[in-house]
T-cell receptor
């Protein structure tokens, strides 16, 4: 069964460093998403991406964040200058289309900022 | 504004007991979609079910069943004859027009043998 994959599974970085989290969505999916989950808290939407542009973003997704689909398979989230409060599990998701289709999530990347 | 409330923070049951996880949502839209996801200890989010606001039929899938009631804005999830492998965090989520899922805080289910 096709699945969303994410690399790395765990990333440790120092405050102020840039990180890039990578995702490979399910191959025939057209919509891509990033969510985050701070330890013990709810899952929060960051951004959605369709047709090579951001279609929606939350207030969390400020200028420190960017997304890109550099080729036909990868979807990346870049955090330009990490802060301690960026420590979280970051989930990539994809869906075959927009509403109403369900989003399938990857296994997550745990980001630890020290 | 969208809101999803899962009032049960944690539930513990003994194997083979039935358990119901509650979900109450708030929305101004007449068309919306509700979801349940499971997050096992390994951490991934596993899609379980999607429900459209215009379809109030209850659904059963094996030991899982879902009760959607628009009158009370609830979308509850029942596991029949629970098993240890059901131990996980269960999230209810809402989607209106737009792309984002709004998640509830989750309910931790512990099933003891």
């Amino acid at each position: 069964e096709p699945e969303v994959t994410q690399t790395p599974s765990h990333q440790v970085t120092q405050m102020g460093q840039e990180v890039i989290l990578r995702c490979v969505p399910i191959s025939n999916h057209l919509y891509f998403y990033w969510y985050r989950q701070i330890l013990g808290q709810k899952v929060e939407f960051l951004v959605s991406f369709y047709n090579n542009e951001i279609s929606e973003k939350s207030e969390i997704f400020d200028d420190q964040f960017s997304v890109e689909r550099p080729d036909g398979s990868n979807f990346t989230l870049k955090i330009r200058s990490t802060k301690l409060e960026d420590s979280a599990m970051y989930f990539c998701a994809s869906s075959v289309s927009g509403i109403p289709y369900e989003q399938y999530f990857g296994p997550g990347t745990r980001l630890t900022v020290t | 504004a969208q809101k999803v409330t899962q009032a049960q923070t944690e539930i513990s049951v003994v194997e083979k007991e039935d358990v119901t996880l509650d979900c109450v949502y708030e929305t101004r839209d007449t068309t919306y979609y509700l979801f349940w996801y499971k997050q096992p200890p390994s951490g991934e989010l596993v899609f379980l079910i999607r429900r459209n606001s215009f379809d109030e039929q209850n659904e059963i899938s094996g030991r899982y069943s879902w009760n959607f009631q628009k009158s009370t804005s609830s979308f509850n999830f029942t596991i029949t004859a629970s098993q240890v492998v059901d131990s996980a965090v269960y999230f209810c989520a809402l989607r209106e027009y737009g792309n984002k899922l709004v998640f509830g805080a989750g309910t931790i289910l512990r099933v003891k043998s």
